[in-house]
């Protein structure tokens, strides 16, 4: 029986051996992303980047974090009271996405019998729903451990029959796993909306950027917050 219910697991749950636990590997994440970025710069001087290029793609980078960092704010928020600060904050600065943390979190609570978040999820669900999310982890380590030392090869492979081949395929891979991520979240007629406006005006935009070709480095990030405020606003004044 579960000692420990509704929000009194929480205690644990915000505990500072939590953030104890979790504060190294972020640590450890964010000296990668320095390590990669200064590796990149290194590399850029070999494809024949100049500083000042690099400057600009980190830059644009930068920017078009804007609009996935307020939406990724958002949903900590959210997931934040259900698991916690410690391992929401963990998790979501690695893998990124609350969907995948959510359905971990709520596979974890049906193995015990309860709702996610529900009166009855308390300190047994909740290390059953770490124990899930943490696992699922797994599978992306051990795909990339076998398989991402061969990517390069299987591109070489590919060029030869046709330079274009490997671009339209992940092309259209990336096009294929935005499009299920999209499906799932178009519930209800708010985030509906949200897509279909996000999509009008990174289209209007694209459009615009013929002319104005420093205008696409803003392009990701201005119709991500498009598309926020527009659900926002359908949940707001229209689904009362």
């Given at each position: 029986m579960d000692f420990m219910t509704n929000k009194e697991y929480l205690q644990i749950a915000n505990s500072p051996m939590?953030?104890?636990?979790?504060?190294?590997?972020?640590?450890?994440?964010?000296?990668?992303?320095?390590?990669?970025?200064?590796?990149?710069?290194k590399a850029g001087e070999i494809v024949g980047?100049?500083?000042?290029?690099?400057?600009?793609?980190?830059?644009?980078?930068?920017?078009?974090t804007i609009g996935p960092g307020i939406s990724m704010f958002t949903v900590?928020?959210?997931?934040?009271?259900?698991?916690?600060?410690p391992?929401?904050?963990?998790?979501?600065?690695i893998?990124?996405?609350?969907?995948?943390?959510?359905?971990?979190?709520?596979a974890g609570a049906t193995a015990?019998?309860?709702?996610?978040?529900?009166?009855?999820?308390?300190?047994?669900?909740?290390?059953?729903?770490v124990w899930v999310i943490t696992l699922n982890t797994w599978g992306f380590f051990i795909v990339n451990l076998l398989f991402a030392h061969k990517m390069e090869s299987i591109k070489v492979a590919m060029e030869k029959r046709d330079m274009r081949m490997f671009?339209?395929?992940?092309?259209?891979?990336?096009?294929?796993?935005?499009?299920?991520?999209?499906?799932?979240?178009?519930?209800?007629?708010?985030k509906i909306s949200g897509a279909v406006g996000g999509f009008i005006v990174m289209t209007i935009?694209?459009?615009?950027t013929r002319k104005h070709p420093r205008l696409a480095e803003y392009n990701l990030g201005i119709a991500l917050i498009a598309g926020i405020l527009i659900a926002q606003t359908f949940a707001v004044y229209v689904m009362k």
């Open positions: 939590l953030w104890i636990c979790v504060i190294p590997v972020v640590i450890v994440e964010m000296l990668q992303a320095a390590i990669f970025i200064r590796d990149a710069v980047l100049t500083k000042d290029d690099c400057k600009e793609a980190i830059r644009a980078g930068a920017i078009c900590m928020v959210a997931f934040m009271s259900i698991v916690g600060g391992f929401a904050w963990l998790r979501l600065s893998i990124g996405t609350v969907v995948t943390e959510t359905l971990g979190a709520t015990m019998g309860v709702d996610l978040g529900g009166p009855d999820y308390g300190i047994m669900a909740f290390t059953c729903s671009n339209i395929i992940g092309g259209c891979l990336m096009i294929g796993c935005i499009a299920m991520f999209l499906a799932q979240q178009c519930t209800n007629i708010a935009l694209m459009f615009l």
